[in-house]
């Protein structure tokens, strides 16, 4: 990275405790411009004194460079597959082994519509097989303001794009545009903090030892040059189950480093099985 925009993250990194020097460069480098040119700075160094001057900027420019921007069940194809292949295998093998529990990792879960997106999925299936399973979806970000709004589980109507009407009836209460997501999906969600560059965990504090049937991780690895992919994939191979289940975006599939350890299971979706 160029020596001021460094300087930046590393102030950032000792302020928040984040880094993000992992990232592709020019991705950094643009959304700190568009942060310093609403602040009206003109140059990294003079950005750089605002920040201290005025500590409620670092949550802007955290905002800024996290991907905030989702929906429910966002890539319909890969929901449908998942509802259709991946959750009838992973509930016959937990049967098989006499484990009526499953844990689940949604990574970079923003506003919280994936792990919603995946709790709303579980329960109706499960609801339809007419099977009782102890269900733990775990859902990190690093953005703790937009943890403490998913946990509120409260959405406009633009995340709402991609709900089937009688989904949208069935588990939501809805008054002036907005929609409240009932009670018997939120308390299947857990929120907390978790870096994915965090040196001392390999999974979330909170699972307390990962083991999870299905992690989700999309639209977080595009953004990290190689080294940090690899070492964000050492923590997803770690973390699963074995048999579990990858789901990448549309754009990522396992650094060439990691591509022996998954096995992609089909052609239209990045869900991968570790091997």
Known sequence: MGGDLKHILDFLKDAKNLDFAGCRES???????????RVKCNSYTAYLLYLKEHPDELDFLVDSLTINVSHFFRDSLTFEYIAQKVLPEIIQYQTRKSDTSLRIWSAGCAMGEEPYSIAILLNE??????????????????????????????????SMANVKYSIVKKYFNSENEIFQLIPEIRNLVSFSYYDMLDNNHYAPPESI??????????????????AHQDMIFDKLYRSLSA?????????????????????????CCHIYRKR
């Open 27 to 37: 991705m950094v480098a643009r959304r700190v411009t568009n942060r310093f040119a």
């Open 125 to 158: 299936y499960l609801k339809k097989e007419k099977k009782e399973f102890d269900i733990r979806i775990f859902a990190t970000d690093i953005d703790e303001k937009i943890l403490e709004k998913a946990k509120k589980a409260r959405f406009s109507a633009d």
């Open 209 to 226: 030892f990962g083991g999870f049937d299905m992690a989700f991780c999309r639209n977080i690895l595009i953004y990290f040059d190689t």
């Open 243 to 267: 048999h579990g289940y990858l789901v990448l975006g549309e754009a990522e599939i396992p650094s060439a480093k990691y591509q022996g350890h998954f096995a992609r299971v089909n052609e």
